[in-house]
């Protein structure tokens, strides 16, 4: 099938890369020509595992194409996907423009019948725009064509983004129950990711892209309800870890997103938290839930600031800390509302100098802070720590989950891991000469 994808960040990317992979002929148009030409050459802008390989295998094979050409992707393809950013307003609410500018053009330069799937995250309603967008400049050109407008949201997680768009756990198609030539094409195109089981859902057009939503916001509900349990357990003297083992075996719960740590971050979830509570105030419906799920996020990324105080009994002016991870998460570059960025402000307000160190997303931090006289970016987690008074964990990488301690007691000049993720047990740290701060560990306020 020939396939068009007009944007190629995170989604538009992978979905084209796996789409071309399965023997499907891609084509991607964006509007920034250098990235055009990199992509076009099998260099990838973004970190993903696996993501440069399988694009270089299918640039080589002749599967997937990038162009700057929106009349030539409009024309190229039965199925045209919709992948461009819907970055936050002012209010919160998602900003639609570059959504609408990808359904004007296509409105302009089509000529035949097609499959219009939305897969960028978008409010209720916004398939409705996407339709009546196409259909003015159709009728403006004196055009009558038929075209299906369906919502395709993205469940991939950054990451694991090439393997969630391989082996999708379910594939949501908003569509109206009548399109049935659509529905069929659609479901011929994602047959090749359904051969174990049926994964496609059909559903109406609004309840696809409120789906993506309340996933989203679910997940983020989760990990905001144990992190305002793991600021009880430090008051307690209880240990979250103990909790979290004991809550996650029920099976109504599950281990999933109950992990306590320094707050969530990246393009998704704090964005989409956002968007829905706009949306509900627009219908005068206010979340209180999701409210507080923002609010607990926002104070839990100080976690590691207010610890650091507390070790050094409120006197931080001047200290050099240590600090590992910079990105939202592990296996991406990504620093969008990452934690280490409102961490880093803390720091610097209160005359803190920070030697960071990431596997991956050292030059992402370069582009944003540029030189800060007060971050030192470091090429090594080992040449972090020289001269260094504590050593602050943002980012679960996996190189962090097994270090030298002894390498790291005797390089600090004060023995004491500021722990944002969890990632060690307390009683092993202090055997081994550290003050341990942890996330909802009752040890932790043992120090003060």
Partial sequence: MKVSIFGVGYVGLVQAVVLADVGNNVLCVDVDAAKVAALNAGEVPIFEPGLEAL?????????????????????????????????????????????LNVADKIGRYMTDSKIILDKSTVPVGTATQVRNAIQAQLTSRNLTLNFTVASNPEFLK????????????????????????AIAAIRELYEPFSRNHEKVIFMDVKSAELTKYAANCML??????????????????ADIEMVRKGIGSDSRIGYHFIYPGCGYGGSCFPKDVKA?????????????????????????????YQHLLTAFNGDISGKTIALWGLAFKPNTDDMRDAPSRVLLQALWDQGVTVQ??????????????????????MGTKEAALQGADALMICTEWQQFRSPDFELIRQTLTHPIIIDGRNLFDPARMASRGFKYFGIGRGESLKHT
């Avoid at 960071?356 to 970016?377: C, S, T, V």
């Fill in 158 to 181: 950054e990451g694991a983004a090439v393997n969630d768009c391989m082996r999708p756990e379910r594939i949501i198609i908003g569509i109206e129950d009548t399109q049935t030539t």
């Fill in 220 to 237: 983020a509900t989760k990990i905001s309800f144990m992190n305002e349990i793991a600021s009880l357990a430090e008051l307690l003297g």
């Fill in 55 to 99: 694009l270089q295998k299918n640039l080589d094979e002749k599967r997937i194409s990038f162009t700057t050409d929106a009349a030539a992707g409009v024309d190229y393809g039965e199925f045209i996907f919709i992948a461009v950013g819907t970055p936050p307003d002012e209010d919160g609410s998602a900003d639609l423009t570059h959504v």
């Fill in 276 to 304: 829905l509570i706009n949306t509900a105030q627009k219908s005068d419906f206010p979340l209180h839930i999701l409210k507080a799920v923002e609010k607990v996020n926002e104070a839990q990324k100080l976690k590691p």
């Fill in 356 to 377: 960071a160190f990431d596997p991956e997303a050292l030059k992402e931090a370069q582009r944003i802070f540029g030189m800060h006289p007060q971050l030192r970016l």
